[in-house]
């Protein structure tokens, strides 16, 4: 193990070396691993988070929890595309961290037998790295949706200039494919996500608050079933107490140094 790099991270907890052996070993010899992130994994990258003074949290003087809802779709649906095409704006210019990509090679590892990604994330940031088949729990922020007849847009490739975009199947409006709070998340993502939590041996929690439900449960799930669950985090969180052992200090500093295979980390 790279104690130099252990000792170097920002942390205030005593036992951190400790806790990071106990996880790097369990890491190593779990079967069946299931990630969950939030917000926090891409804070390094540039992308501010939504709580913890992170930047996302007040736009032109609402709150996101008021701009991010059912209710703002219904009553001004224009205003929530300039909501999503200034955050656009943000997360276009960033790339994934260290974080990210040692997600992606741990599962290109081939390592587990079972390695399931499970984002709250919209940013894309994941697959940029190159994870694939990502759960993403609450959408992707590069994704128009039909409500009407369920058409799907693509933003990157050719965007769309008028706002709200018009469905080229149907003609209906379109809002952005994201997850708001009063909305149902896509039942199969989340039943997937449910499942893989169920049955893991192991749950690593990076960089998420663990306010949002349904979110929240899945590690709550994991250690229903058995699973030994970490949370890297800087702060402490709701969950940090259901927790077997908390990695305080920033993701892209303490993913990379956690899966043994040294070739497979930065
Ligand atoms: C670092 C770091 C570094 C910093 N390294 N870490 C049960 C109880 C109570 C309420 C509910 C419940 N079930 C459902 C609800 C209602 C609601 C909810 O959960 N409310 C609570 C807030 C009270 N949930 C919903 O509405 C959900 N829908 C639903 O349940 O449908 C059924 C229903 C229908 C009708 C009525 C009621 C229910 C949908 C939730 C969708 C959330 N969507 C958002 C917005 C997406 C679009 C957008 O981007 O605008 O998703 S909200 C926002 O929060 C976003 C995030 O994905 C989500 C989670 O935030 P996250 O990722 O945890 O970020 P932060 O900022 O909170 O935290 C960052 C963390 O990183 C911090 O801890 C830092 O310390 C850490 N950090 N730097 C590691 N370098
Ligand atoms: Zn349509």
Redesign the pocket.
């Known amino acids: 193990m790279n104690e130099k790099a252990v000792e170097s991270l920002p942390t205030n907890f005593s036992g951190f070396p400790f806790a990071m052996n106990l996880v790097r070993e369990k890491l190593n010899e779990a079967r069946r691993v299931v990630i969950l992130t939030?917000?926090?994994?891409s804070?390094?990258s540039g992308v501010p988070?939504?709580?913890?003074g992170?930047g996302a949290s007040v736009w032109r003087g609402m709150p996101?929890e008021q701009l991010?809802s059912a209710e703002m779709v219904e009553r001004d649906l224009p205003l929530v595309w300039e909501w999503f095409d200034y955050?656009r704006g943000v997360v276009g210019d960033c790339k994934p961290n260290a974080a990210h990509r040692a997600l992606a090679r741990w599962q290109q590892s081939d390592h587990f037998d079972s390695f399931t990604l499970v984002t709250?994330?919209?940013d894309g940031l994941h697959a940029a790295a190159g994870s694939i088949d990502v759960l993403e729990l609450?959408g992707n922020i590069w994704r128009a949706r039909c409500d009407s007849c369920g058409a799907l847009r693509d933003l990157r490739a050719v965007p769309p200039r008028e706002r709200p975009p018009v469905c080229a199947v149907c003609g209906h409006a379109m809002r952005p494919d994201?997850?708001?709070?009063?909305?149902?998340?896509q039942i199969d993502v989340l039943q997937r996500a449910h499942e893989r939590a169920a049955e893991c041996d192991m749950c690593l929690v990076?960089?998420?608050?663990?306010?949002?439900?349904?979110?929240a449960s899945l590690p709550e799930v994991a250690r229903a079933g058995g699973a030994f669950v970490v949370e890297?985090?800087?702060?402490l969180?709701p969950l940090s107490a259901l927790c077997h052992a908390t990695l305080r200090g920033?993701?892209?500093d303490i993913l990379p140094l956690l899966l043994h295979d040294g070739e497979l980390n930065d």
């Open positions: 939030g917000a926090g994994i804070a390094e988070t939504f709580r913890s992170g996101f991010s955050r709250q994330n919209i609450h994201v997850v708001l709070f009063g909305e149902n998340l990076v960089g998420t608050s663990a306010l949002v439900y349904p979110a890297v985090n800087p702060e969180t920033r993701a892209g």
